[in-house]
Each structure stands twice: as structure tokens, then as C-alpha cells.
């Protein structure tokens, strides 16, 4: 199977539906999040370095998502916040989640100095790490960090 990165500009044109049921499912809502706050305005990923992409298998169907905003936890607009990052559990481990972070941070390096992000997921931690953010948990809002230059 190959997958294809695109950026999503209006997340009213993108099917996401079986993302936002199956993240409900294992009990995490931050992609019901991301529908609501397009829809509400409050996020939509349309500041300086922002960007939100999903990943589509051959069908064209969306099997993972993510984008980047401006830390709301930062007083620096140069600091990145990875958000709303949910791959589909049938296509975990065949590269999506890799694919879909490496097109994160080459957009983020030309607007970041550095992307933060949090889990409590240990499947999350290793896979940060393994893309190269540092375990980082000194300030409550962040577990990892992820430095440019």
C-alpha cells in the first residue's frame, strides 16, 4: 500500500470520520477536538507556520491525520506544537505515522525552532523518540521536544 501527504486547508472537505470514531473509541478526544475547533473557528491551523495534513491510502481514503500550531504554551510564536497527530490502528506500524511526521517538521524547520508535544501514551513516547524528540517533561504542558539547528 502507498501513501500520499496532503495538506488540508478546509477540514469540511476531508472525510474523517472513521478517525474521529475509532480516537473516541480508545478513549481519546482530541480529534473530535480538531472537527469541533475548525468548525467553532477557534483553531484552524491559519497562523504564521501553521499547517494540518492527513495521509490517504490508495482508495483515497484519510487514515491518519496531524498538524502544527503555534505553542499556545509558549510567549514565542517561534515554538511549534504538534496537534491533533491520530493514525488509523490498521495502518500503525506500516510507516504513516513516520511519513506523516517528517512532512510535519520539513514545514515546521522554515517557521520553528523547536516543535513540543505531549502524551501519556508509552507506544507515543517511543515513537517520538525514534523520530528524534528528546524526552522532555519540565514543564507540565510537554513530554517531548524535538530542537532545530
Known amino acids: 500500500m502507498e501513501y500520499i501527504v496532503e495538506r488540508i486547508n478546509d477540514l469540511r472537505e476531508v472525510d474523517i470520520e472513521e478517525l474521529v470514531q475509532e480516537s ?3 478513549g481519546y478526544r482530541f480529534v473530535t477536538r480538531l472537527v469541533n475547533e475548525f468548525e467553532d473557528g477557534s483553531n484552524t491551523f491559519n497562523k504564521p507556520g501553521e499547517i494540518l495534513f492527513c495521509v490517504k ?3 483515497g481514503s484519510v487514515v491518519g491525520i496531524g498538524g502544527i500550531n503555534q505553542s499556545p504554551f509558549s510567549q514565542e510564536s517561534d515554538v511549534g506544537r504538534l496537534r491533533r497527530f491520530y493514525v ?3 495502518v500503525r506500524r506500516e510507516g504513516v505515522g513516520t511519513l506523516l511526521l517528517q512532512s510535519i517538521i520539513e514545514h515546521a524547520k522554515q517557521y520553528f525552532k523547536e ?3 505531549r502524551t501519556d501514551s508509552a507506544k507515543a513516547d517511543a515513537f517520538y523518540r ?3 524528540f528528546s524526552f522532555d517533561d519540565s514543564a507540565s504542558e510537554t513530554t517531548h521536544i524535538l530542537r532545530f539547528g
Open 88 to 90: 488509523l490502528d490498521a
Open 115 to 117: 516543535i513540543t508535544v
Open 130 to 132: 525514534a523520530c528524534g
Open 24 to 26: 473516541e473509541k480508545e
Open 57 to 59: 491510502n490508495n482508495e
